[in-house]
Antibody, heavy 116, light 108 residues
Framework: EVELVESGGGLVQPGRSLRLSCAASGFTFSAHSMTWVRQAPGKGLEWVARMNGDGSERYYLDSVKGRFTISRDNAQNSVYLQMNNLRAEDTAVYYC?????????WGQGNLVTVSS | EIVLTQSPGTLSLSPGERTTLSCRASQSISSGYLAWYQQKPGQAPRLLMFHASRRATGIPDRFSGSGSGTDFTLTISRLEPEDFAVFYCQQYETSARTFGQGTKLEIK
């Protein structure tokens, strides 16, 4: 059974950093791209970043370029989102999802709140 | 960036009715690289369709997708009580993926 479990969210002050993790199980992790999607409170879904299976390709939402970095450790079956210089508008539930095109499997989501 | 515009914003319908949700792209999605998701409150999204018209695993056949170019639709042939939720389209034509803003389907 495919399972994705996010961790690392919480309350953080503007300008500070946070690292989200997503632990995967139930499939061959290195064979799949992984994606981060976020959802601000009461708002729609917003694609954030994706990385291919071997980590050689990364793509980002324009508003997070230079601040967020997606990475993965295939030995640990995990994908990460390093978020630096956080802003209030980054406040959202962050989901990891399996795939680089469409997303059949999603984590439960992890809330990141950026506030002083 | 491909902007996806969904309409209507909200639909109020009754169980048993048929409905069509629209997703219009700001530029052509030439390969039909479009997916649809359903999201209920407090839950992660659920994949319904990919490649515009292919049902995901376990999705009932009352859901169908169609379209090409810039205009895509999701049709639910006969609404069941569990179908009421927010629906999103998403394109994977370009390197940076995008979602539509969503259509809320509510019980009348």
């Amino acid at each position: 059974e495919v399972e994705l479990v996010e961790s690392g969210g919480g309350l953080v002050q503007p300008g500070r950093s946070l690292r989200l993790s997503c632990a995967a199980s139930g499939f061959t992790f290195s064979a799949h791209s992984m994606t981060w999607v976020r959802q601000a409170p009461g708002k729609g879904l917003e694609w954030v970043a994706r990385m291919n299976g071997d980590g050689s390709e990364r793509y980002y939402l324009d508003s997070v370029k230079g601040r967020f970095t997606i990475s993965r450790d295939n030995a640990q079956n995990s994908v990460y989102l390093q978020m630096n210089n956080l802003r209030a508008e980054d406040t959202a539930v962050y989901y990891c999802a399996r795939g680089g095109a469409w997303y059949e499997y999603w984590g439960q989501g992890n809330l990141v709140t950026v506030s002083s | 960036e491909i902007v996806l515009t969904q309409s209507p914003g909200t639909l109020s319908l009754s169980p048993g009715e048929r409905t069509t949700l629209s997703c219009r792209a700001s530029q052509s999605i030439s390969s039909g690289y479009l997916a649809w998701y359903q999201q209920k409150p407090g839950q992660a999204p659920r994949l319904l369709m990919f490649h515009a018209s292919r049902r995901a695993t376990g999705i009932p056949d009352r859901f169908s997708g169609s379209g090409s170019g810039t205009d895509f639709t999701l049709t639910i042939s006969r609404l069941e009580p569990e179908d009421f939720a927010v629906f999103y389209c998403q394109q994977y034509e370009t390197s940076a993926r995008t979602f539509g803003q969503g259509t809320k389907l509510e019980i009348k």
